[in-house]
């Protein structure tokens, strides 16, 4: 499991984050939202093993997070991190290289690694671009290389950061396809993101900070039905939200459930009349 426990950190005189107490073992995706200076970044960067706090503690398998480099490293093995920008992950000019790296430095074999690339790249939906160069690549197709970097490693927990950040609407649609592809083969994703809409769709569970601070959490349809605390984070409501709230429509979990209940409303409608 991966878990904090009144988790505090601090930057010199700053303190960013405020006894945070997490779990993200019990939904496939969890959400953190929350405006900038929260501390999003900041725990997943204490999630990662990349910071230390100085308060509380990162729980990994149940005991707290063990910073030697043999536990650093069987953590990252089985929480692996994508940040914003891709450019932060990609070293090499050709895509398999890259997504190998991980796993020839841990020794694994070449067949081996052949079969999980391979597979990583099925499960973005990359292999059409395979075999073009990195530095071709459009903004999204870089996010999707750095998914399957991480993927290779078939760790357990997937945390990423503004995954549709810089996406058009066609990305978009497909980063949360690929989101709830690798969901669904049991895996965990925690997704920090200024996308509500994002959040609020694909997450089973969200935590709202505010401040360095839980603000609120629980399931996404009745956390962000509170307007007055999300308007008090700094957010604003997602728009199937605010649609449920302002005009008593039904909640929708998404656009596509919200045309198909109105297409059919309209449809019962025609015929009553």
């Known amino acids: 499991m991966l878990a904090t426990a009144d988790l505090g950190f601090r930057y010199q005189d700053a303190q960013v984050l405020k006894g945070l107490t997490l779990d993200f073992s ?14 999003k970044s900041t725990l997943f960067m204490n ?35 994508v940040f914003q920008d891709p450019d932060q992950q990609i070293f090499y000019t050709d895509i398999d290289s890259d997504i190998a790296f991980s796993l020839r430095n841990l020794g694994v074999a070449e067949a ?38 991480a993927l290779v490693l078939r760790a357990k927990y997937l945390l990423l950061d503004e995954p549709t950040a810089g996406l058009d609407p066609a990305g978009r649609a497909q980063m949360i ?4 592809r690798i969901a669904q083969q049991g895996n965990h994703v925690v997704i920090s993101s200024h996308d509500i809409d994002l959040i609020y ?10 401040r360095g601070e ?6 996404p349809g009745e956390v962000f039905a509170r307007g007055e605390l999300i308007e008090q984070a700094g957010l604003s409501q997602p728009w199937l939200v605010k649609l449920h709230a302002q005009l008593g429509l039904p909640l929708c979990k998404s656009e596509a459930e919200f045309f198909s209940r109105m297409r059919q409303h309209t449809l019962n409608r025609i015929k009553e009349a």
């Open 26 to 39: 019990t939904h496939a995706v969890t959400g953190l939202v929350g405006a900038n200076g929260c501390g």
């Open 47 to 81: 999630l990662s093993g990349l910071l230390r706090p100085q308060q509380g503690a990162v729980l990994w398998q149940g005991k707290p997070l063990d910073y030697s480099k043999r536990g650093l490293l069987a953590l990252r093995q089985q929480v692996a991190t």
């Open 112 to 149: 081996e690694i052949a079969r999980r690339v391979d597979d990583a790249l099925t499960l973005v939906d990359a292999q059409r671009f395979r075999q073009q160069p990195i530095q071709c690549l459009s903004h999204g197709q870089k996010k999707r290389v750095a998914i399957a970097g």
């Open 177 to 180: 396809a690929i989101i709830k």
């Open 201 to 210: 769709e694909i997450s089973d569970a969200v935590y709202v900070l505010c």
């Open 214 to 219: 839980v603000l609120a959490q629980g399931k």
